[in-house]
Structure formats: C-alpha cells, structure tokens
Nanobody
Framework: QVQLVESGGGLVQPGESLRLSCAAS????????MAWYRQAPGKQRELVAS???????NYADSVNGRFTISRNKAMTTTTLQMNSLKPEDTAVYFC?????????WGQGTQVTVSS
C-alpha cells in the first residue's frame, strides 16, 4: 500500500522559515494533484496550498505571499516553503495526493511557531 511521508516540521520563532517535504513511499507512484492541509488544535482541517499536474496553484488567503508549493516533474513529491511564519501558522501539516478519484494522506508533521 502506497503511503505519503512528510518531513521538515519543527519549532521556529516568528518570522523564520521552514520547508516541508512529502513523498510517496513508492517512488514511481505519481499523482494528478498534490496539496498541503493543516489542522490546529480545536479547529477543522483546512487547505493551505495545492498544485495540479498542469501547474495550477492555489493558496489560502492567510498564507498567500508567504508560502510556496512546488512539485517535481514526475508528480511524486511536493514541497511547501514557508516564510515569515506566524504563531497562527502553528498546526499539524498534512500532505495529500490525488490519483484519479482516490486520496492519499500522510501522517502529518507538527509545525510550531513560538517565541
């Protein structure tokens, strides 16, 4: 069974940067779209950023201009570059891959922004 594996979370101070990465456990397993979601304590999971196979990008208003999503050409990995982090960005970040109508999710990685 193919899984998505995230990495790169951690504890940073406000204004600092982090880079999250996500890859399928089977390197030849590609997706038609990939995205990052996050869930803060007591809140619903929300879309942060997404990218399609054609390169169409979509960002939540709260991160637009600060975060950048990218993917490799084969659509097997995705990266989320997070700059100018704020305390309200604190959450568990999840990677999602879409292959046809089937969704695949990672286990999540914690991002904490605190002074």
């Amino acid at each position: 069974q193919v899984q998505l594996v995230e990495s790169g979370g951690g504890l940073v101070q406000p204004g600092e940067s982090l880079r999250l990465s996500c890859a399928a456990s089977a390197s030849i397993f590609s997706f038609t779209a990939m995205a990052w979601y996050r869930q803060a304590p007591g809140k619903q999971r929300e879309l942060v950023a997404s990218i399609s196979g054609g390169g169409t990008l979509n960002y939540a208003d709260s991160v637009n201009g600060r975060f950048t999503i990218s993917r490799n050409k084969a659509m097997t990995t995705t990266t989320l570059q997070m700059n100018s982090l704020k305390p309200e960005d604190t959450a568990v970040y999840f990677c999602r891959g879409l292959r046809g109508s089937i969704e695949y999710w990672g286990q999540g990685t914690q991002v904490t922004v605190s002074s």
